[in-house]
C-alpha cells in the first residue's frame, strides 16, 4: 500500500523551466533517501539528483546548476526544480525512495510509475 507518484513533467521549449513533484502515500513512518532518475529512449537510466533524509545533495554533472531537489518531510514528498532546460534532458523521469514503513518498520524501496519530460529545440 506504499507507493509513490510523480507529476509535473510536459512539454517545453528549451530554455524553459518544469518542477517535478513525488509524493509518497501509505503506511509510512518515515523517508530516508530520496533520488530523481532519468531515462531516455536507448539510453541506461541515470541518477539525477538526491537528497538525504538530512538535506544534504548530490547532482549529475549534466544538471548541476540548473537542477534542484527539495523535500518536505511533512507532506512525504519531494520535487525536482528544472530550469534552463536542454533537448537532452528530454526523458522520462522517475522518484525513488528509501521508506521505513509503520507498524513493523520495514524497509522498502519504492519507484514511483514515471513522467515524461520532452524538452523541443
Known amino acids: 500500500q506504499v507507493q509513490l507518484e510523480e507529476s509535473g513533467g510536459g512539454l517545453v521549449q528549451a530554455g524553459g523551466s518544469l518542477r517535478l513533484s513525488c509524493a509518497a502515500s501509505g503506511s509510512i513512518f518515515s523517508l530516508n533517501a530520496i533520488g530523481w532518475y532519468r531515462q531516455a529512449p536507448g539510453k541506461q537510466r541515470e541518477l539525477v539528483a538526491a537528497?538525504?533524509?538530512?538535506?544534504?545533495?548530490n547532482y549529475t554533472d549534466s544538471v548541476k546548476g540548473r537542477f534542484t531537489i527539495f523535500r518536505d518531510n511533512a507532506k512525504s514528498m519531494a520535487a525536482l526544480q528544472m530550469n534552463s532546460l536542454k533537448p537532452e534532458d528530454t526523458a522520462v523521469y522517475y522518484c525513488?525512495?528509501?521508506?521505513?514503513?509503520?507498524?513493523?518498520?520495514?524497509?522498502?524501496?519504492?519507484w514511483g510509475q514515471g513522467t515524461q519530460v520532452t524538452v523541443s529545440s
Open positions: 525513488n525512495a528509501d521508506i521505513i514503513r509503520t507498524g513493523g518498520r520495514s524497509r522498502l524501496i519504492a
Open positions: 537528497i538525504t533524509s538530512g538535506g544534504s545533495t
